[in-house]
């Protein structure tokens, strides 16, 4: 039998017991879930590919106006200091699944099919209860795993009348590429399981090459003249071999049909490899446009192309109408993508799904946009390393602006935080909810480390690897040549003046050598060296 002394600490005992027991219940309820349903929130992950952060108005309204995307920015957080670990889209978009750098997701180039086997943040979600679905551009060479469902243009996909490959079945669709993934993703939102939260990502085909618009845009911009960049006939008189000996600049490697839309003549001699292959990539596209669709085409560039073919320009005159052709095209296709933004935005609102839905605006890695004279991307130069970036989440974010450098690599565990699943202890990248709070963690990254693996191969940009700090990019080129950049950013923005061999920076160099060679180890990135120059 119990004394009364012995039953009353028996009975404290109890309730210390429920206390501690409500108190770890409350911690948890907090710590997983912010929702103001009490729900994990959905997630809406909009990738555009090679979308410039240069043609988004709320970075710069030089050349386009982007009223949705801008919006998503006013409500939102817009970061001015987003990167890519690897600047091409197979590998940027296993960093986005995986969080790991390219060496350890093996996706190092876009020659690499993508091992679904292994585990992914798509995976992750749809252990802990998510519904997932992914749309669009998908471009890693294996069918996608851990989704429940999706719908993806095989390889790059077309802009007119596009196959997609949908759960593992092909079939020719109807329309323009942009407005047809949008459709599949808000048809397949409407029809979700309403009980589950839900991960889409929505990845746009546009405005990778070879830019076509759809036909209500095609208008747009022909009586105006963009602007030049500044840089547009650099000659890059101090930068290394590998600036020099690229196949990327405007004036020299577009095509003439297939890129800039010049109808090729109705007989190409054999004897000219270069145009034979122009001619066949632009009926490739071409030839799926429709009789009407192709009928409004030659409407809308005929009076531009009669007048270049009477009196072709060269020279000079040529490079300049190469990139009004070219930087149009580009920003027409993403008049495209801003428009169907505009869609799901306003789906979300209708649903009421807007509050409870973290939408990310990005792109795959940035672009060229005649930039150094160049299309395309690659190099560690920054027009192709910055990546635009926007999320909004209404229930936990307020609107502002964010300058800490964060990575591609860091999407995947800022999701599964924002879900409430453990981040695994092999992903790389770091949650960005603290960023976004004002509640940058003390310890965040001052640097960002980069690698370049697909040489030899399109465009000839040679492997390089490198470090960025806030004022200074070291940039190392390797394999077939062993040369040093070093820039100076804020003293020199457009990355005109490799600075490495001079004395001034010799103590810098010294420092960015050793924590890029600190870098190297902390990511497990070292086996390149058995390919360095002897």
Known sequence: MRTRSQAGLLQRARWRKRGAFLIVVLAIACSVNRSPAGTSPNILFIMSDDHAYQAISCYDSTLIHTPNIDRLAREGVRFTNSFCTNAICAPSRAVLLTGKYSHLNGVVDNRVAFDGSQQTFPKLLRTAGYQTAL????????????????????????????????????????????????????????????????????????????????????????????????????????????????????????????????????????????????????????????????????????????????????????????????IKDYLRCIASVDENVGRVLDYLDESGLASNTIVVYTSDQGFYLGEHGWFDKRFMYEESLRIPLIIRYPAEIRPGIISDMVLNLDFAPTFLDYAGVRIPDDIQGRSLRGVVRSQTPPDWRQSIYYHYYEYPAVHAVRRHYGLRTARYKLIHFYYDIDAWELYDLPADPHELNNCYDDPRYREAVRQLTTELDRQQMIVGDTEYRKLLPR
């Open 135 to 326: 749309f669009g551009k998908w471009h890693l060479k294996s069918d996608p795993t851990g989704f429940d469902y999706w719908n993806i243009l095989p390889d790059q996909g077309n802009y007119y009348n596009p196959d997609f490959i949908e759960m593992g079945v092909r079939a020719k669709r109807k329309g323009y590429v942009t407005d047809i993934i949008t459709d599949d993703c808000l048809a397949w939102l409407k029809t979700r399981k309403s009980d589950k939260p839900f991960c889409v990502l929505l990845h746009n085909k546009a405005p990778h090459r070879n830019w076509m618009p759809d036909l209500k845009h095609l208008p747009m911009f022909r009586d105006e003249a963009k602007p030049i960049p500044p840089t547009f006939f650099d000659d890059y008189s101090t930068r290394s071999e590998a600036a020099r000996r690229q196949e990327m600049r405007i004036a020299d490697d577009l095509f003439l049909a297939y890129d800039l839309k010049v109808p090729p003549p109705d007989s190409v001699s054999a004897g000219m490899p270069g145009k034979t292959t122009d001619v066949q990539l632009w009926h490739s596209e071409y030839d799926r446009l429709t009789a009407e669709e192709k009928n409004a085409w030659n409407r809308a560039y005929e009076s531009e192309n009669t007048a270049f073919q009477t009196s072709p320009p060269g020279g000079e005159a040529l490079a300049r109408w190469k990139y009004q052709r070219y």
